[in-house]
């Protein structure tokens, strides 16, 4: 097992005293999370947890025996009480006599609802006669990698007796279903001592009379197993022990920076994927061993690993000790394009008559030698996800083939499950994709009021975002408060001077790492400056054009490079101002520096249309809420110009705009949206006044 789950030892986090007083579902919520709260115990949203409990029916104020057990969907760790189906025991019971067979087990899942307790509204899962047929009120299904690794051996039911004697039986390999519920009823028959049952590759079953004795049980049970391994492995090289030294830290995400868009190009036909990028302990032991070709190659064992990430990964023919990244994205493409036609051969030799069409043939999971592992899915959390799934079935194959022969699931099973109607009928509910799903922006300035109000705009719309600004206090209390409300994975922060060619070339390389590449860039960063021009200094002067010219320049050329080599198009959106197209008194350097933005654009607009990349720019006005440049001395010297207090220079500007309106960093950033988005895909080389109505701004 992972070299750290030898030494650390499974935490009995049972408070007796915060479970005193709750009910007996409320245990079961508080064993849930327990449970949940360690991936060595079992993955995100696998294995599930139930409890057999007593409830006064709404309608005859009867006792009744209700199951309440894990809703389609859910995950132990973050379920919460709603989270949970409750059916009648009773009535789940009763579909002894309407189940027709094997053949017709499916359809079992419609009769579920029929069982619903108290008008629930939380779908049962596919796993509910497995929980309701055992019969002691409180059960486990988890999905421990040293249980897993004890499943995918090949002699594991031998294995099993080994470890657990007569307390933990095992029942071979059958799909999660209606049928598998009346095998495990039967197995508790004929077996009443004992405690559990191992699934054959698929995961543990355990069961007690009383919610801190199944936790406690389904603790000791994995341990004993960790233990084990611990004692068998101990010595052992894994995986047949390593052939390539893993490249420095540094250099190993310079090489997925180049790799993660080359891939993302090649695998967002059907849709923007998001990159995730692993470089730890265990994903680099067995990327470089010599066993990890021919162990990847057999494929995953569990069902919740290969729904994640397909039943293989696609290695990436990368030598370490050569380095030769450009060697590598030479035969990418190739790669990336054999690895489609095998699985549209598996789809066809495996498929049945009602199977749902092909789904997306692209790898999920791509092991690179010294380097790590690649995921892409269609948003963060799931590439993120997804790769920790495949460290579970690392784990599991470092455990099975360190003691015994690991076997993957058979392929027809493999695809059965993975193109069970069941699933296909969940992936069919799924909700409609946001806007800017699978979408990944960069925007400088990101600390700033009109920034930060893009930001949330493209966050609200599902991109992720990567936020850089030179301010970084400011960015990384913009940061947290962001990933507070649309989650961790949507957001990354780095700290970027624009006019630091090094900088920002390493900010986009951190955002080629954190999402795998970028669609859209909101060139936003900026300053201003007042003075009469025989006030204007030469470094006032250059400290402008170093900002609002060179830095639009260089986060520019920056982009352009990362996105031609995705080939997948991309949005430049360029933060200007009505003084690029408007004059104003005592501020020569900031609108000529301005205007060379605007023209800028242009130029880019021309070059980057035939990649398919589009070029636009937002002219804001007056926006002094939230807006860093008017804090300072800008503040002070446009009241000066205007011959008005602080509090009086935004009223001026709103009695100076023909619509008489104010305008706040929100109304920017929707402009900011409007050309990131497909909604303006036809549109490049365009300028958006947002400026409330100024007739010298007038394009035309």
């Known amino acids: 097992m992972p070299k750290t789950a030898e030494s650390q030892r499974l935490e009995n986090r049972w408070d007796a005293a915060k479970a005193k007083g709750m009910s007996e579902s409320e245990k079961l919520l508080y064993r849930s999370n327990l449970l949940g709260s360690d991936k060595r115990i079992t993955n995100y949203g696998g294995g599930n947890t139930s409890a057999k409990v007593m409830e006064k029916d709404p309608l005859s104020g009867a006792a009744v025996e ?42 079992m899942v419609g009769y ?28 486990d299904h988890m999905h421990p990698d040293a249980i897993i690794a004890i499943a995918a051996s090949k002699n594991s039911k031998a294995l099993t007796k080994e470890i657990f004697g007569d307390e933990i039986g095992w029942l071979p390999w059958k799909r999660p279903g209606y049928e598998l519920g009346l095998w495990l009823e039967k197995f508790c028959k004929d077996n009443p001592a004992a405690k559990g049952v191992v699934l054959e590759s698929h995961g543990l079953f355990t069961w007690a009379d009383d919610a801190k004795d199944c936790y406690d049980l389904t603790l000791r049970v994995i341990q004993q197993a960790m233990d084990w391994f611990g004692e068998k492995t101990a010595g052992v090289a894994a995986f047949g022990g390593a052939v390539h030294a893993s490249l420095p830290p540094a250099e190993r995400r310079a090489v997925a920076a180049r790799l993660m868009p080359a891939i993302r190009g090649m695998v967002s036909g059907q849709q923007p994927m998001v990159g995730h990028f692993d470089d730890s302990e265990a994903v680099l032991e067995f990327v470089n061993a010599r066993d990890m070709k021919p162990l990847a190659a057999l494929g995953t064992s569990c069902p919740d690993h290969f729904l994640r990430t397909k039943i293989r990964p696609l290695v990436v023919d990368f030598d370490p000790a050569k380095a030769d990244v450009d060697k590598t994205l030479a035969g990418l493409d190739a790669a990336v394009a054999a690895y489609r036609d095998g699985y549209a051969v598996y789809y066809d030799r495996s498929k049945h008559p009602d199977s749902p069409a092909l789904r997306d043939p692209n790898a999920v999971v791509y092991l690179v030698p010294g380097v790590g592992m690649l995921t892409f899915a269609k948003d963060k959390a799931t590439a993120r996800i997804s790769g920790e799934f495949y460290v579970n079935a690392i784990n599991v194959m470092r455990g099975a083939s360190s003691v015994s022969t690991y076997v993957g699931l058979p392929e027809q099973e493999a695809f059965d499950i993975e193109y069970w109607l069941l699933e296909e009928a969940k992936l069919q509910r799924m909700p409609k994709p946001k806007s800017l799903a699978g979408r990944v922006a960069l925007v400088t300035g990101g600390a ?182 008017w804090s300072g001395e800008w503040l002070d010297q446009r009241a000066s110009t205007y011959k008005t207090d602080k509090d009086g220079l935004e009223e001026m500007y709103r009695q100076r705009s023909m619509l008489k309106r104010s305008v706040y960093p929100e109304d920017i950033a929707e402009a900011a949206y409007f050309f990131a988005s497909d909604r303006s895909a036809k549109s490049t080389g365009n300028i958006l006044n947002v400026d409330a109505g100024n007739v010298q701004a007038f394009t035309r």
């Open 448 to 629: 700033g009021g009109i920034g930060s109000a893009t930001a949330e705009r493209y966050l609200a719309e599902g991109a992720c975002v990567m936020l850089a600004d030179i301010d970084e206090k400011a960015l990384g209390e913009t940061g947290a408060a962001l990933a507070k409300q649309y989650g961790k994975d949507m957001v990354r922060t780095v700290a970027m001077n624009v006019t630091d060619e090094g900088a920002v070339a390493a900010a986009f390389a951190s955002a080629a790492v954190e999402f795998g590449g970028l669609d859209i860039l909101v060139s936003n960063a900026g300053i201003a400056s007042s003075a009469p021009v025989e006030e204007t200094s030469l470094a006032l002067w250059n400290r402008n054009m170093d900002i609002l010219s060179t830095g639009y320049f260089l986060v520019s050329r920056e982009a352009f490079r990362l996105m031609r080599g995705q080939k997948m198009g991309g949005s430049l959106v360029f933060i200007a101002s009505k003084n690029g197209l408007a004059a104003s008194p005592n501020a020569s350097a900031y609108c000529t520096a301005k205007a060379s933005e605007i023209h800028l654009a242009r130029c880019l607009a021309l070059e980057g249309a035939e990649a398919g990349i589009r070029v636009n720019v937002v002219n804001p006005d007056a926006v002094l809420r939230g807006s860093k440049i």
């Open 112 to 139: 579920l609802p029929h069982c619903t307790f108290n008008l629930n509204p939380r779908a049962a899962s596919i796993d509910t006669p497995l929980h309701a047929y055992v019969p002691k009120a409180h059960v």
């Open 66 to 107: 209700v199951l309440w057990v894990k809703g389609s969907g859910g995950d132990v760790g973050s379920i919460r009480m709603d989270g949970f189906a409750t059916l009648y025991m009773d009535k789940l019971r009763a579909l002894k006599g309407v189940y027709r067979g094997v053949e017709f087990e499916d359809e």
